[in-house]
C-alpha cells in the first residue's frame, strides 16, 4: 500500500489493485471515497475532478485544435449489502446491493460501515446438527439470513441504511499463483488499474485525441454513473473497460484466464472502432480473445452508446473467476494486457475508424 500513498504513478500493477480493492465503494455509496480515487488518478491526468454523484472525471488534453475525444470507462462500484433490520441480541437483517448469490453467504464475513467506523459481522448459519429434513440441499433466502454483530448494543450504533461488504483484507486474501490475484471486488477494479496502466505508458506520448477517463459510479444497478458522466462528457468514441467469465472446470464455456485482452463483439458495439482495437492488437503480437455479445453486455457500454446524439462504443474484458463473490481472481498479466492495447490505440489513432 505504501508503494502508491502518491499516486499510481511507477506503482507495479499488483500494488495498483491492491490500493483500488481496499477502498469500499458499494453501489451508491462510493461517494465518500470518490477523493481517494481522485488522488490516486491525478498524477495521470491533466485534469480531474469528482462530479455530484462520485464519478471521478479526469482529461488528457492532446493540444491538437478539434481533437476527437476517446472516453475510457471502469465502474468503481462493487456488490454489497444494506441494513434491513437491527434485532435484539446484535443481528442484523438485510438485502443484497447488486447480484449477490445467497448459496456462497452462510458463514460469510462481511465488514459493515457503521457511523463510528468500520465493524466486523459474520452471517449467521445454523449448526448441521440443528438442520431439518432437506434444509442442507436448499439455499436460504438473503431475507432470512442474518448478520451476528456480537455487540448487544448494535440498535445503538448500526442504523438502518448501514452498507456492508466482503473485507479486502490483504494478509489474508490467498495469492494463488505470482501473476495472480484475488479479492471481493475485482469487478471492476481489475479494469479501473487497467486504464491506470494505460494513462501511465501514455504520459510521454505525442496524441492526435484528447483521452477522458471516466470511474464511474452506480454500475452494478443503474449504469447512472455512466449516463450522467458520458453525458458531460460528451465523446466521439468509448471503450468500456469491465470483466467477463473466465474458464473453470465447472464454466467450461467461458474465456482464457491469462489469455489475454477480450474484444467484445456485436450489435452493443461499433463495427469500425472494435476492427481498429482488433488489428491493433494482430500488429502489436498481442494474445486477445474475441468475445460475442449479441445482446444487452450488462456493461455501461449498453447506456452509453446512446447518450447525446450517440457515441461509437467498444467494449475490452478482463477474464475473471467466481464473479461477485468474495474470491474474484484474475491473472495480473490479462490486467496488463487490456491497458497495453488501450495504450497501442490511442498511441496512433488520429481520431477516425475506418472499416
Not at 448487544?152 to 473485507?167: E, H, N, Q, R, Y
Not at 465447472?250 to 482495437?277: C, Q, S, W
Request: hydrophobic share 45%; aromatic share 6%.
Amino acid at each position: 500500500m505504501q508503494e502508491i500513498e502518491q499516486g499510481m504513478l511507477g506503482a507495479s500493477t499488483r500494488a495498483k489493485v491492491e490500493c483500488l480493492t481496499a477502498i469500499p465503494m458499494v453501489t451508491g455509496f462510493e461517494r465518500a471515497q470518490s477523493e481517494r480515487v481522485r488522488d490516486l488518478f491525478a498524477p495521470l491526468c491533466d485534469e480531474i475532478e469528482v462530479d455530484r454523484f462520485g464519478n471521478v472525471i479526469g482529461r488528457i488534453r492532446s493540444g491538437k485544435p478539434d481533437a476527437k475525444t476517446v472516453l475510457l470507462d471502469a465502474h468503481l462500484d462493487q456488490i454489497g449489502f444494506m441494513v434491513t433490520e437491527v434485532l435484539d441480541g446484535g443481528f442484523l437483517r438485510f438485502r443484497a446491493v447488486g447480484g449477490v448469490d445467497p448459496r456462497m453467504l452462510l458463514g460469510a464475513e462481511v465488514t459493515i460501515g457503521a457511523p463510528d467506523g468500520l465493524r466486523y459481522g459474520i452471517v449467521s448459519c445454523k449448526p448441521p446438527h440443528l438442520l431439518g429434513a432437506g434444509e442442507a440441499e436448499q439455499a436460504a433466502p438473503i431475507h432470512e439470513m442474518c448478520i451476528d454483530t456480537g455487540l448487544l448494543d448494535a440498535k445503538s450504533v448500526i442504523p438502518v441504511g448501514t452498507p456492508m461488504w466482503f473485507p479486502a483484507d490483504r494478509a489474508h486474501m490467498p495469492q494463488l499463483a505470482k501473476d495472480a490475484i484475488t479479492s471481493p471486488s475485482l469487478d471492476d477494479r481489475a479494469g479501473v488499474a487497467a486504464i491506470a496502466h494505460a494513462l501511465e505508458r501514455l504520459r510521454k506520448v505525442d496524441l492526435s485525441v484528447d483521452v477522458a477517463i471516466l470511474l464511474s459510479v452506480q454500475e452494478e444497478v443503474t449504469a447512472l454513473g455512466a449516463t450522467i458522466g458520458t453525458f458531460k462528457i460528451r465523446p466521439d468514441y468509448a471503450i468500456a473497460v469491465d470483466v467477463s467469465h473466465a474458464k473453470t472446470p465447472d464454466a467450461p464455456g467461458e474465456f482464457e484466464y491469462g489469455g489475454g485482452v477480450m474484444i467484445g463483439m456485436g450489435p452493443n458495439m461499433n463495427r469500425a472502432l472494435t476492427r481498429a482495437l482488433i488489428r491493433t492488437a494482430k500488429a502489436e503480437g498481442m494474445d486477445y480473445q474475441l468475445e460475442v455479445m449479441e445482446g444487452n453486455t450488462g456493461t455501461n457500454a449498453w447506456e452509453m452508446q446512446i447518450i447525446a446524439r450517440g457515441t461509437a462504443q467498444a467494449i475490452l474484458s478482463i477474464p475473471l473467476r467466481y464473479m461477485h463473490t468474495p474470491i474474484e481472481t484474475v491473472k495480473l498479466s490479462d490486467i496488463e494486457s487490456v491497458g497495453d492495447l488501450l495504450y497501442h490505440f490511442l498511441r496512433q489513432f488520429d481520431g477516425e475508424v475506418r472499416l
